[in-house]
Nanobody
Framework: QGHLIESGGGLVQAGASLRLSCAASGLTFRSYCMGWFRQAPGKEREFVATIGWRGATTHYADSVKGRFTISRDNVNNTVNLQMNSLKPEDTAVYYC???????????????????WGQGTQVTVSS
């Protein structure tokens, strides 16, 4: 069973950058599409970005497109999220997870991802 550990969160001012990392173990990392999701207080977990197993294909939520970049390292079993031009509405706990099911065509369905870690808190002040 997969185990994911997210890191890199923090408290920053609007306009700043952060780089999140996610270390995976207990699964054949290179075989999975990986996603980043986030959950703000009182809201449902939402899709942020996903990357194909080879790293050639990426998709982003409209709210982060052009500001965030997802990448992966299949040697070190990590997936990263570079976040630039951060906004207060980006404040949330950020999670990474592998896509273990394909019940929907869309890549953004939370239910198709599993092995959620504890997440890393990102707080953006105005």
């Amino acid at each position: 069973q997969g185990h994911l550990i997210e890191s890199g969160g923090g408290l920053v001012q609007a306009g700043a950058s952060l780089r999140l990392s996610c270390a995976a173990s207990g699964l054949t990392f290179r075989s999975y599409c990986m996603g980043w999701f986030r959950q703000a207080p009182g809201k449902e977990r939402e899709f942020v970005a996903t990357i194909g197993w080879r790293g050639a294909t990426t998709h982003y939520a409209d709210s982060v497109k052009g500001r965030f970049t997802i990448s992966r390292d299949n040697v070190n079993n990590t997936v990263n999220l570079q976040m630039n031009s951060l906004k207060p509405e980006d404040t949330a706990v950020y999670y990474c997870a592998p896509r273990v099911r394909y019940t929907r065509i869309t890549y953004s369905f939370t239910g198709d991802y599993d092995y959620w870690g504890q997440g890393t808190q990102v707080t953006v002040s105005s």
